[in-house]
């Protein structure tokens, strides 16, 4: 199994309308959770972090259930400029800056006009 | 400084010729990473440092892959007897350690290597 799983996609939206994707690990050890924005051909970028309360940042809504061990990422009122490969990241210690990230291998999303 | 630097951008190289590529990080972070990303895949770690210091290797660095970062600023990736199995995308990151401020990773604009 592998630590970070997520399904490839693509997931082809609406403009305008919600799409969740989720990610599950396997590594129970797991400490910081987040998600990351990959635009073709660009480097990755922090979308944001991923706490076990959840948190929300404008349209964008993050879960983390440690029991099932999945993340999870809400986008609402999805925009055209939101088409982009969202990549599931966890790492073993806290504050994430360790001895590296785990990335899954991304879920490729197309809003469509 | 606005952010990770790396150099070249793009590298073509022949199998079994070396090449290195240069990170230069966020000038006040002192951990840097080196991560390679092929075609559909997410970006898998290599190796990191904390200023000068190199914590840990991925068993993904083989005997022909070597990172320094001699004065705890910028770094090198230096890839010995290229095959074409190394050609990826290699992406730099830098970051606060944990517990100093915001500890998320900056990456790079990455380098591409192609190995014919």
């Known amino acids: 199994r592998k630590e970070v799983e997520q399904d490839p996609g693509p997931f082809n939206v609406p403009e305008g309308a919600t799409v969740a994707f989720n990610c599950t690990y396997s590594n129970s050890a797991s400490q910081s959770f987040f998600w990351y924005r990959q635009d073709c051909r660009k480097e990755p970028k922090l979308l944001m972090s991923v706490y076990s309360s959840g948190n929300e940042d404008g349209r964008f809504t993050a879960q983390l259930n440690r029991a099932s061990q999945y993340i999870s990422l809400l986008i609402r009122d999805s925009k055209l400029s939101d088409s982009a490969t969202y990549l599931c990241?966890?790492?073993?210690?806290?504050?994430?800056?360790?001895?590296?990230?785990?990335f899954g291998k991304g879920t490729h999303l197309i809003i469509q006009p | 400084d606005t952010g990770v630097s790396q150099d070249p951008r793009h590298k073509i190289t022949k199998r079994g010729q070396n090449v290195t590529f240069r990170c230069d990080p966020i000038s006040e972070h002192n951990r840097l990473y080196w991560y390679r990303q092929t075609l559909g895949q997410g970006p898998e770690f290599l190796t990191y440092?904390?200023?000068?210091?190199?914590?840990?290797k991925s068993r993904l660095l083989s005997d022909r892959f070597s990172a320094e970062r001699p004065k705890g600023s910028f770094s090198t990736l230096e890839i010995q007897r290229t095959e074409q199995g190394d050609s990826a995308m290699y992406l730099c990151?830098?970051?606060?350690?944990?517990?100093?401020?915001?500890?998320?990773?900056?990456f790079g604009s990455g380098t591409r290597l192609t190995v014919v």
């Open positions: 440092f904390q200023n000068e210091a190199q914590l840990e």
């Open positions: 990241v966890v790492s073993k210690h806290s504050g994430g800056g360790a001895d590296g990230l785990t």
């Open positions: 990151a830098s970051s606060l350690p944990p517990g100093r401020g915001d500890y998320g990773y900056t």
